[in-house]
């Protein structure tokens, strides 16, 4: 560790090359457990209000700062290292590619949700047609077997509860035109 070894130099390569990498970043610091500044990537030097906007060092991990400059809100995450025992490491973060990352996020679950919702909605239309067209044609035979069309069938397509009902009436419709020639 740079840090450890008083290795400044490399920390600072390290970090330079970390923003080169990222275009959303900022910028970077690293301070020691005292709160003074150990390298940045500030071209023009540190900017010392920096410090007191995000806390010189004090404050717990993981608060996260929001910080209005004139390149527009900058989100700082401190981050300890090793558990805070050798310093503090701050990332700044242009907030308006955060705001574009979670509003693409968004858009991309919305449009997820209305296709979840119309994919439903459509296999419910199918099901349920499904469901109840061999129940209405049964209503339909029925009623033509009550105007006395003792010929009516139901077609059966399936081995389910409609089906096995289907079967009953066509063995009902059956019985009744063998009753009714035997009685005529």
Not at 27 to 48: C, M, R, S, W
Not at 83 to 111: C, D, Y
């Amino acid at each position: 560790n740079p840090i450890l070894t008083e290795n400044f130099l490399e920390l600072q390569m390290r970090i330079n090359d970390l923003k080169k990498s990222e275009s959303d970043v900022e910028y970077i610091f690293v301070q020691n457990t005292q709160g003074a500044v150990l390298v940045h990537t500030f071209k023009d030097g540190f900017p010392e209000d920096l410090l007191l906007l995000t806390g010189n060092g004090s404050g717990h991990a993981g608060e996260i700062q929001r910080l209005a400059t004139e390149r527009g809100v900058i989100l700082d995450f401190p981050s300890p290292l090793l558990n805070g025992t050798i310093g503090r490491l701050h990332l700044g973060l242009s907030e308006e590619p955060v705001r574009a990352s979670v509003t693409k996020v968004v858009f991309l679950l919305t449009w997820t949700i209305v296709g979840v919702l119309l994919l439903g909605g459509g296999s419910a239309v199918v099901l349920a047609t499904s469901i109840t067209k061999p129940i209405h044609l049964l209503a339909i035979a029925a009623q033509s077997l009550e105007r006395g069309d003792l010929n009516t069938r139901v077609p059966v397509r399936s081995q389910d509860e409609v089906g096995q009902l289907a079967t009953a009436f066509n063995r009902m419709a059956e019985t009744l035109m063998l009753v009714n020639e035997t009685l005529s």
